[in-house]
Each structure stands twice: as structure tokens, then as C-alpha cells.
T-cell receptor, first 112, second 117 residues
Framework: TQLLEQSPQFLSIQEGENLTVYCNSS?????LQWYRQEPGEGPVLLVT?????EVKKLKRLTFQFGDARKDSSLHITAAQPGDTGLYLC????????????FGPGTSLSVIP | KAGVTQTPRYLIKTRGQQVTLSCSPI?????VSWYQQTPGQGLQFLFE???????NKGNFPGRFSGRQFSNSRSEMNVSTLELGDSALYLC????????????????FGPGTRLTVL
């Protein structure tokens, strides 16, 4: 059973369209991170959201952390082929050590 | 500053063999974590090393082991390989500091693609 669920699992859209991917859990996280992984590469950190209800914008990407710090969304405006990749969310749990739980990812393909 | 490097990038082994993967962290980073990535299970945490000591461990069998050297470079070993061990093995380095809710930012290497036949 995945502690973090992501939807949709796969997404194929035309260049210029908007999209939203979701990351959900029944657990509360201290913070939540979003990564993008391109084929043949490791994940690269895009953003960390810490406060419930927080919204962060990075150019065409908008990240939101749920009020209860259990879920998050990533919205991309006017998608471009360069946005293609696997989007992973990761929740941080502060236990006796920093425990990072990764979701299974959303595979995005933007068609020119 | 050079990124995290992993060697080899690709590896093919047969069942029953053992394999050693290497990871060189970013200069100044003292923590190295290892992950297994498969299409079915996603990214699964294997273990973390900090200052040559295993600090945290995931839920993997004892066939998976690792170590860290005084220069922070790390190796991961898998003995008695099984078909299910086929995966992308990623290592991530970080400073190893507690930054509260922000967490300790991890920088991933490109991974080693292991295929077990």
C-alpha cells in the first residue's frame, strides 16, 4: 500500500494545454517536495512546500500544499515539450530521523 | 561544483551473482542515501550513510548492504541477485544537517540500471 498516492498515473497532452497532477495521503507531513525526473537521469528537486495552504509559483508551475498538510497539487500552465518527465511528490516525516516517502509518480508527455 | 556521480551506469548480471555499485557525492556532502526505483514500486529507500555509519535503513533484506568511506564516497552491494532486483538504483547526497521542516535537500545521481537475467 502506497503511503502517498499520485494521480493521474499517466498524462499525455498537447503543447499549450494546462494540467494538474495530484498527490494525496492519509498521513500528515512536515513538508512536501516535488521532483521531476527525466529519462536516464535522477530526480531533480523543483520545490518544497512547508506551510498548510501554501502556494508557490515557479514560472508556469504552481504548487499548492493542502491546509491539513496531507495533499498537494502541481498545476502547469501552457505546457511545453520540455515539461515532459516523471513528476514525483515526496513527503517528509520528522520521526527519530528525517523519513522521506516518495509517491509512485505521474508520467507526463507533452506532444509538440 | 560537480554533481553526484554513479558508476557503472548500466550493468547486466545473472541470478545468484553479486554486484557492487558506487556513488561519489557532491563535495562537502556527508550523507549518502540509496534508493531502488522500479515501475511497480516507485522509489523505495534502502539506507542512508552519514560519516561512515549507517544512520537509517529501509525494509530490504540483508542481501542489500552498503558502506561509506572517509571521503564520503559510498558503495552498495547486493548479494545472491534475484530477478526482482532488476531496477534503477539511485544515490542521493546531502549535507546531512537537520533543517527542520525543510528537510535536508537531496541531490540525486543519474542512477545505475541493473538488469538481472
Amino acid at each position: 500500500t502506497q503511503l502517498l498516492e499520485q494521480s493521474p498515473q499517466f498524462l499525455s497532452i498537447q503543447e499549450g494545454e494546462n494540467l494538474t497532477v495530484y498527490c494525496n495521503s492519509s498521513s500528515v507531513f512536515s513538508s512536501l517536495q516535488w521532483y521531476r525526473q527525466e529519462p536516464g537521469e535522477g530526480p531533480v528537486l523543483l520545490v518544497t512546500v512547508v506551510t498548510g495552504g501554501e502556494v508557490k509559483k515557479l514560472k508556469r508551475l504552481t504548487f499548492q500544499f493542502g491546509d491539513a498538510r496531507k495533499d498537494s497539487s502541481l498545476h502547469i500552465t501552457a505546457a511545453q515539450p520540455g515539461d515532459t518527465g516523471l513528476y514525483l511528490c515526496a513527503g517528509l516525516m520528522k520521526t527519530s530521523y528525517d523519513k522521506v516517502i516518495f509517491g509512485p509518480g505521474t508520467s507526463l508527455s507533452v506532444i509538440p | 561544483k560537480a554533481g553526484v556521480t554513479q558508476t557503472p551506469r548500466y550493468l547486466i548480471k545473472t541470478r545468484g551473482q553479486q554486484v557492487t555499485l558506487s556513488c561519489s557525492p557532491i563535495s562537502g556532502h556527508r550523507s549518502v542515501s540509496w534508493y531502488q526505483q522500479t515501475p511497480g514500486q516507485g522509489l523505495q529507500f534502502l539506507f542512508e550513510y552519514f560519516s561512515e555509519t549507517q544512520r537509517n535503513k529501509g525494509n530490504f533484506p540483508g542481501r542489500f548492504s552498503g558502506r561509506q568511506f572517509s571521503n564520503s564516497r559510498s558503495e552498495m552491494n547486493v548479494s545472491t541477485l534475484e530477478l526482482g532486483d532488476s531496477a534503477l538504483y539511485l544515490c542521493a547526497s546531502s549535507l546531512g544537517r537537520d533543517r527542520g521542516s525543510l528537510g535536508d535537500t537531496q541531490y540525486f545521481g543519474p542512477g545505475t540500471r541493473l538488469t538481472v537475467l
